[in-house]
């Protein structure tokens, strides 16, 4: 399989392997920002509800790119004990950062939501979408946030992530999707044409979209 033009042809080639699912009790969970683009092409495709599943990256206070865990709604933490030991971080350095990221979290859960509240989750299957894995503690923080609020069933969806990382996350989900599993993996762009940063505004918009596509949906369904 190529790599990919866009988050959106990600999110169409990433459906074609989910299709099973449609019909069933599903909500698709977008991974702010990047993996919501993703994530929408799976929802309309799949003609289930899109929602966001907030979690945020704990990044190393003197190097944020290096993670060493992740937040989320409902309490859910995951942290990389072997890389906080490793550069000797006390628990007060480490919950500075935690405390700095929830901030961060409720702000994208009132931007993004807005009025409308979680798309429930209770005894459905929830497909976590990314648009592309690392390291993978983001993507387990997802996990267990989604299981947190009720999930039944949680399936982590991705275009690309190494497979080192895709092995360690089937203890976090109950199936994982990946269409690439590069051997050489140094970062999720490299399989991108276009990798631009999604902003809050298009984050907003694909989910007033999914949100009125439901809604027009279930009056032509009584």
């Not at 979290?105 to 989750?121: C, F, H, M, N, S």
């Amino acid at each position: 399989m190529s790599r990919f033009r866009d988050r959106a042809d990600a999110g169409r080639r990433l459906a074609s392997s989910l299709v099973r699912l449609q019909g069933e009790d599903v909500v698709v969970l977008g991974v702010p920002r990047g993996g919501v683009p993703v994530a929408a092409e799976v929802a309309r495709l799949l003609g289930a509800p899109l929602d966001v599943i907030l979690v945020r990256k704990l990044g190393l206070p003197f190097q944020a790119e290096m993670a060493m865990g992740a937040i989320g709604e409902g309490g859910a933490r995951v942290l990389n004990e072997g890389v906080i030991r490793s550069v000797g971080l006390t628990e007060s350095q480490v919950k500075a950062v935690e405390s700095r990221e929830r901030v961060e979290l409720e702000r994208r859960a009132t931007r993004y939501r807005k009025q409308r509240g979680r798309v429930p989750l209770v005894g459905r299957t929830a497909i976590v979408v990314d648009d592309g894995i690392a390291t993978g503690s983001t993507a387990r923080a997802a996990c267990e946030v989604a299981r947190s609020l009720g999930a039944a069933r949680v399936v982590l969806a991705t275009p690309v992530a190494p497979m080192g990382s895709i092995v360690d996350l089937r203890a976090s989900a109950d199936e994982v999707v990946c269409l690439l599993s590069p051997v050489s993996f140094f970062a999720v762009g490299e399989w991108y044409d276009d990798f631009e940063a999604t902003s809050d505004e298009e984050v907003v918009e694909l989910l007033d979209a999914a949100a009125a596509r439901l809604a027009a949906s279930s009056e032509g369904h009584p």
